[in-house]
């Protein structure tokens, strides 16, 4: 295996651009910090809009990547990672904001017809208790009524501990590198 060192051309990078010609000096780079700490020499990943003028290096390397439709012309935004919240995956389609999800909740149940008909279950419904009875005209059977539910908790702890999709996680400030 080549060492990069060995390369014939060790001034172009891996994605096919010189190095340091759009990254001088780390601009864009993302810094992450325990506390609530960000550098003189970078901005909250608070998705404030900034002036193209005053932050021309900056805008050189992420460009309108996260602007809203309503900014203005003259203006960039820079990503909004500490306010919203949300999680960083690494992915080859830089950018894209990925909806929360869950894999579907399937459930069977069946009965039985007749009086003494029994019901079978599978997944998150379960029995959850019968609700009065009755005698037919002629005497001749007992009817009962099942109330069935459905809760996701049952197939798996997971669910019902957030209001949204929530993996174990550490909150962070991220803070990007501007000069």
Do not use: W
């Amino acid at each position: 295996m080549k060492k990069i060192g060995t390369l014939k051309t060790p001034t172009i990078n891996q994605n096919g651009y010189h190095k340091n010609i759009l990254t001088k000096e780390r601009i864009g780079t993302l810094f992450i910090y325990p506390t609530d700490y960000t550098p003189d020499d970078c901005l909250s990943c608070d998705g404030y809009s900034l002036l193209i003028i005053d932050y021309e290096d900056l805008y050189k390397v992420i460009g309108k990547q996260f602007n809203q439709e309503n900014d203005l012309e003259n203006t960039f935004r820079i990503p909004d990672y500490n306010i919203t919240g949300r999680f960083l995956q690494p992915n080859s389609n830089v950018g894209v904001q990925i909806d929360a999800g869950l894999p579907n909740i399937t459930a069977t149940f069946g009965v039985l017809s007749g009086p003494q008909g029994s019901p079978s279950f599978s997944g998150a419904v379960y029995n959850a208790g019968a609700f009065g009875s009755g005698v037919s005209h002629n005497n001749a059977a007992h009817h009962r009524s099942v109330s069935y539910a459905l809760d996701a908790s049952r197939s798996s702890a997971i669910y019902g501990k957030s209001a949204t999709v929530q993996p174990n996680s550490q909150t962070v400030r991220i803070c990007i590198k501007y000069k």
